[in-house]
């Protein structure tokens, strides 16, 4: 029991910090993070490139990597999907615990940390998925 809790602190500890690298930098609709401006399938496909994963390129994509996971049983580094244009997945994102996740958008204008049960994220999420163990 002591190892899986040293073990899931460490994973945690990982994860936030892989994120937190990108945190401010500027949001830009299919910015790759190679010319100081990102967008949120780029975050995080880089966010679990540094911790040893692969995902493809676009959120849609992404939302059929791993493999499904509740809301309710959320974990640091699963991946976090909304519908924010109407049409099905169009932004991602990558849980960090405690309710918050971390995302690249165009509203902020860079990578930032929000709430996950925040109005406007809670009526727009669809699906979660775990790409990490």
């Known amino acids: ?21 990108y945190l401010g930098l500027r949001y830009q ?3 790759t993070g190679r ?3 990102i967008d949120c399938s780029a975050f995080t496909q880089a966010t679990l490139r540094d911790l040893g994963y692969h995902v493809p390129r676009t959120a ?3 939302s059929g990597a791993g493999y499904w996971v ?5 974990r640091t580094g699963d991946l976090v999907f909304f519908n924010t244009l109407g049409r099905g997945v169009s932004h991602t994102g990558i849980y960090l615990g405690g309710g918050m996740f971390a995302n ?9 940390v929000e709430s996950i049960h925040a109005p406007y994220w ?12």
């Open 104 to 112: 690249a958008n165009s509203y902020r204008g860079r990578v930032v």
């Open 122 to 133: 809670a009526s727009r999420f669809v699906t979660a998925r775990r790409v990490m163990g």
């Open 70 to 74: 509740s809301f309710r049983n959320l």
């Open 35 to 37: 010319r100081g401006s």
């Open 1 to 21: 029991r002591q190892a899986t809790q040293v073990n899931t602190s460490r994973h945690t500890s990982r994860v936030r910090a892989a994120a937190h690298r």
């Open 60 to 62: 849609r994509a992404q």
């Open 29 to 31: 609709m299919g910015g």
